[in-house]
């Protein structure tokens, strides 16, 4: 529109509307450099027009341009040219651009408060909508820096109504993602993430860039602990606004969070090379707020990577005290990495200096406080002072656990035990070098499979999510028939992106719940419960592993070996697996052989100090998919599998449900599917069967809920990109870990009898993600599944035999042993016999 105005011999006052209007639209969706010649056209239109109050407000317009192009000095003197003397609507449109000035790039919070009050109380009530909801956006954006998070939210909500009113959608927008600032910065993750969902519509449909935006929802993801999430976002950012010659400032916030986000998933040149940069510009624009926020990036990915030079401390001290100044909750960060460096370089005096200062923040905002938790444990622990370490660390993963618990998305809640990890594996060390058996086994167990032990949160009744489920579930169906399946790309491989994307976001904004903490675990009762089995856990302790022994009123601590030989052991043995379970191999590989060895890598001496009875084993997340039986100390005892002592406690003393419902699902393409749901349908002649086009999603959730006993003979995937998608295939399509989460109450056992179903995504600090994890977090007691994809026919005598023993009472690892016992000597028998693993108890 200004184009065309400027085509037709304007005045100079329409020139000049024309000018600034062109040099606002290149300011925030495009071209910087152009915006300020643009607004220098403007204002000399202006000047001709002799028009004061336009020029004043040309030059406001071109302040902001100059500021945002790096020229920080001329466009503050522009701002501070026109300001003074000026009354009503316009000096509060002129304050409202030195707000932005002083509060989003310089960091002057008093200074910006004071200009937003006034712009605020000149512009209500004028009947100007737009400037009066800026005007709030602006106060909204100082005092949320300042950390009056309510008085901040109260103008953006103010300010959104405004908008929406007078049709100003990106600006709406923009407002709708600082409330999700604001409710990050309040710790209520699921409310920023609904926001930043919300904004982000409105800004797809329009088809625009709003920078701020991205850079709040990378920051947000970044502390959900969904790092590939907030990396692929950012660098879409940053394409898009060099692709523009966008603006310099808003580029170099975006570089810090991409240094931030590339840190995150570990790729530390690619995180230095952007926090570089970032500095490079902010230094540039005059931005100490940002830069000194840049450098201690900068300094972050650098100690990451190894650096402890005298050089790196020296930095971190004076980065420390311009945070300080700046930033308390971020100082705490400086103090804790330059308090770390110093310990590096034995300067205990500045180490105890740094780390004082850093412990001293544990009572403030999250972030701060758990630097600070992290700092007074590593106080403690350079003074010696164990029983005060100890402490510190049980504070700071009480403060983490009270977080995970007002989360509601699995996955979130799994990603946020990570922020504990430090912590515990510093007291796990110190209770290992004791040689401790109990404190080590209390230790292990006070951050494993914590997000199992929160009763979990279904996801609110949500016909949006279920359609959106049955949606993907009818795509996926239909792909899988289509000759582009294998491809990988196309169309429908798009659109299942898409909606896999919707299904996400809709779980993650799922809100926490309140209620009874766990019971804490105790060691004593484990020994009271346990009988005459034994139970093996194994933790990892700087790459090492070791195991606890439980038995007989006695435990004992056993070092293992290196963390890496058993990984590899464990990758070679379930590769024999899957190879002899195909019966293709041009000779057979020696299982006995490979069982052997695996176990000198996951137990060593350990198998000497167990009992003659059952073996629960409790393994580190990375070791979960162990086939256990191939172990020849463990091939012919009943061997249960937990992801912690506390939930195999859990899982033993639960109730079974009042219904002794049972229910068999035969899923499609599967050899065996009929047969094997047809000969356990005569053993259980009362049972739920579901087969033959009837095992479709919502009969099967329905058949599922608070049964006694649910046995799924269907082809299960598990998706390592995406472990909640991991699924088993039913006559109407994939039913996923999301689906079964809508269940009211988990079958109390569960017999999954083919492919690869006991697998899960480690993630967080030793969570997994899956279809088992999925139900025992739900509540199931018991679950038996395998590791590696298995040979359908030689599958069912085994599930037969493992029935027969249910039914005259066995529990399942008891059953399971027995069936092995009975399935025959062939090579696929074996193997199948082999591959599968009993959970819980």
């Known amino acids: 529109m200004a184009e065309e105005v400027l085509a037709n011999s304007p005045s100079h006052s329409e020139a000049a509307a024309a000018h600034q209007a062109a040099g606002v639209v290149h300011r925030d969706f495009g071209d910087i450099h152009q915006a300020v010649v643009e607004l220098k056209a403007a204002h000399r239109h202006a000047r001709q027009a002799a028009d004061r109050d336009h020029e004043a407000d040309i030059l406001a317009s071109l302040g902001v341009a100059l500021v945002m192009d790096g020229h920080t000095d001329r466009g503050v003197a522009a701002l501070n040219s026109i300001a003074p003397g000026r009354t009503g609507v316009l000096a509060g449109r002129i304050l409202i651009r030195r707000v932005w000035v002083w509060g989003a790039v310089l960091g002057k919070y008093d200074e910006a408060l004071a200009d937003a009050e006034q712009a605020v109380a000149l512009l209500s009530d004028t009947g100007d909508l737009v400037w009066e909801a800026r005007a709030l956006t602006h106060r909204a954006m100082v005092l949320l820096a300042m950390g009056a998070i309510d008085r901040a939210d109260e103008d953006y ?116 090379s952007r926090s570089r940069d970032a500095l490079k510009l902010l230094r540039r624009q005059q931005r100490p707020w940002w830069a000194a926020r840049a ?80 700092a007074q444990a590593t106080l403690h622990q350079g003074d010696g002072r164990s029983r005060a370490m100890l402490a ?3 504070q700071g993963l009480s403060l983490i656990e009270i977080y995970v618990r007002t989360l509601g998305a699995t996955e979130l809640r799994v ?53 959106d489920l049955t949606a993907l579930r009818d795509l996926t169906h239909r792909l899988e028939a289509s000759r582009d399946y294998r491809a990988g790309s196309g169309p429908l491989h798009r659109e299942r992106r898409r909606l896999e994307a919707v299904v996400r976001r809709r779980v993650l904004v799922t809100p926490g719940a309140t209620g009874d903490r766990p019971d804490q675990f105790r060691s004593t009762d484990l020994l009271d419960h346990l009988g005459d089995r034994s139970l093996v856990e194994l933790t990892d302790v700087d790459d090492q592993l070791y195991a606890m022994v439980a038995a007989r009123g006695r435990i004992r601590l056993k070092p ?188 109390h056992r569960v017999v999954l009898s083919s492919c690869s179903s006991a697998l899960g995504g480690p993630s967080g600090a030793d969570e997994l993600l899956g279809l088992v994890s ?54 696929l028998a074996r193997t199948a016999a082999q591959s599968f693993i009993a959970l819980g108890a």
């Not at 599967?670 to 002649?685: D, F, H, I, Q």
């Not at 139900?775 to 599958?795: K, Q």
């Open 560 to 747: 293992v070996g290196p963390t890496a030989l058993a990984t590899h052991r464990l990758s070679h043995a379930l590769f024999a697996l899957r190879r002899e379970a195909t019966g293709r191999g041009t000779h057979q590989l020696d299982l006995d052989d490979i069982g052997a060895r695996l176990e000198t890598a996951l137990l060593g001496e350990v198998v000497k100090h167990l009992e003659d009875g059952p073996v629960v084993v409790v393994p580190t997340g990375r070791l979960h998919a162990v086939p256990w039986s191939l172990l020849p100390s463990l091939r012919h005892r009943p061997t249960s599998v937990a992801p912690s002592a506390a939930a195999w406690l859990r899982a033993r003393n639960a109730a079974p449900p009042s219904s002794e419902r049972v229910v068999l699902i035969g899923g499609p393409q599967l050899s065996t599917g009929r047969e094997e749901v047809r000969r356990l349908a005569e053993l259980y002649p009362d049972a739920v069967v579901l087969t033959g086009g009837d095992a479709t999603a919502e009969a099967v959730l329905e058949a599922m809920d608070g049964a006694a006993l649910v046995h799924v003979a269907a082809h299960g995937t598990f998706r390592a990109d995406s472990p909640l998608f991991s699924a088993l295939e039913l006559d109407d399509g994939p039913l996923t870990v999301y689906d079964l989460e809508r269940l009211e109450r988990a079958p």
């Open 157 to 272: 909500a103010r300010s959104e109504e405004l908008f929406a009113k007078c049709g100003q959608q990106v600006e709406y927008a923009d407002t709708r993602q600082a409330r999700g600032a604001a409710a990050f910065a309040r710790g209520d993750l699921p409310t920023a993430l609904l926001y930043l969902d919300d904004a982000q519509r409105v800004v797809d449909e329009l088809g625009v860039l709003e920078p701020d935006f991205f850079a709040n929802k990378c920051l947000v993801l970044l502390a959900a602990g969904l790092t590939r999430d907030a990396l692929t976002e950012i660098n879409s950012a940053l394409e898009r606004i060099e692709q523009q010659h966008g603006s310099t400032a808003r580029r170099a916030e975006l570089l810090y969070c991409a240094g931030l986000a590339a840190h995150a998933v570990g790729a530390l040149d690619l995180a230095e």
């Open 392 to 394: 510190a660390c049980r």
């Open 295 to 374: 450098e201690l990036a900068l300094l972050q990915s650098r100690y990451a990577g190894g650096d402890r030079t005298a050089r790196l401390l020296h930095t971190g001290q004076r980065v420390s005290a311009e945070l300080d100044r700046l930033d308390l909750d971020l100082a705490a960060e400086a103090h804790l990495l330059t308090g770390r460096l110093a310990l590096a370089r034995t300067d205990s005096a500045e180490a105890r200096r740094h780390l004082k200062i850093a412990a001293a923040a544990r009572h403030r905002g999250l972030r701060a406080r758990g630097a600070g938790w992290l």
């Open 774 to 827: 999925a139900l025992v977090a739900l509540g199931s007691s018991g679950l038996v599944a395998s590791v590696v994809p298995v040979s359908d026919p030689a599958t069912v005598p085994l599930m037969l035999g493992l029935h027969g023993r249910l039914r005259v009472g066995d529990d399942l690892a008891e059953a399971l042993a027995q069936a092995r016992e009975s399935a025959g000597d062939g090579q």
């Open 415 to 467: 990603l946020a035990t990570a922020q504990g990890a430090e912590l515990a594996s510093m007291a796990l060390r110190y209770a290992v070098q004791r040689g401790n058996a109990r404190q080590v086994l209390d230790w292990s167990e006070r951050w494993r499979a914590t997000v199992l032990a929160i009763p979990p949160v279904r996801p609110q009744r949500d016909d949006g999510l279920v359609a």
